[in-house]
């Protein structure tokens, strides 16, 4: 499985150019060359560049052209990895690690709590199998999955699901929320497993491989809108009425 970094490094080998660093998990993610569980991938591959920079100096693979924009080191010195090096990258991912699971673990809170208000007996999972939290109500079982990711630096929430666990919980009682998590407010996106089927199908939400899907959620003029060929979605925000 490649690392962030060594996604990055064939990415920009391809393309020749700077990118931004959510241009790279786009591309990285789409062709299949990043597979990952990390909630928010963008943020991630920022890190992972900038972290390998501070800590190689001129012997990181990377330079940073400006603000979130990186290129290949055209002028890259041999350096030996030293304790401190290597002690440094694994912080590093722990840290990242430890951040999404907080991420994650606050949206369940927060979709849990927005289903009990609506009077679901509704629960977190002890243990995550592809269904984060299970809800009861008027003697029906439906299960979430929740995703959670904040407005990138080009204005999208970028989002990833695992293909096992789409397959294993593809029902019809089974809902993906979907967690816009901004400062002033928190939006969701109410998914039945069929309507993530569906806008597979029609391109929305891109097949990486068979570890996953990757989609982006944009917010433009008061409107939500789904992946690159902008599918509307205004039906679905805030929709729990769809969970029945």
């Known amino acids: 499985m490649n690392t962030f970094k060594q996604s990055a490094i064939e990415i920009l ?18 062709s299949g060359i990043l597979k990952t569980e990390s909630v928010n991938p963008e943020k991630t591959m920022n890190a992972s560049l900038a972290i390998d920079i501070e800590s190689k100096k001129g012997g990181s693979d990377f330079i940073k052209i400006s603000k979130g924009i990186f290129a290949l080191n055209p002028h890259k010195s041999e350096i030996i990895q ?12 722990e840290k990242i690690k430890i951040e999404s699971c907080f991420i994650a673990k606050g949206g369940e809170h927060l979709v849990c709590s927005e289903l009990l ?20 109500k008027d003697d029906k079982f439906f299960g979430i999955q929740v995703k959670t990711a904040r407005k990138n630096k080009v204005g999208t929430y970028p989002f990833y699901i695992p293909g096992t666990s789409f397959k294993k919980h593809n029902k019809g009682n089974i809902f993906y929320v979907l967690l816009l998590r901004d400062e002033e407010q928190n939006r969701y996106l109410v998914l039945p497993s069929n309507e993530v089927e ?8 891109y097949y990486v491989n068979e570890k ?12 939500i809108y789904l992946g690159k060929k902008d599918y509307e979605m205004g039906y ?9």
């Open 82 to 93: 030293t304790p401190k090096i290597i002690e440094t990258e694994k912080e590093q991912e």
């Open 198 to 205: 569906k806008k597979i199908k029609e391109g929305a939400i």
């Open 236 to 244: 679905f925000l805030n929709n729990w009425d769809l969970i029945k």
């Open 117 to 136: 208000f609506r009077r679901f007996n509704a629960s977190i999972m002890s243990v995550d199998n592809g269904i984060d939290i299970s809800a009861i």
């Open 13 to 30: 080998k391809r393309k020749k150019i700077p990118l931004h660093y959510s241009e790279i998990t786009r591309i990285a993610l789409e």
């Open 212 to 223: 996953g899907y990757s989609l982006s959620v944009k917010s433009k003029d008061g409107k």
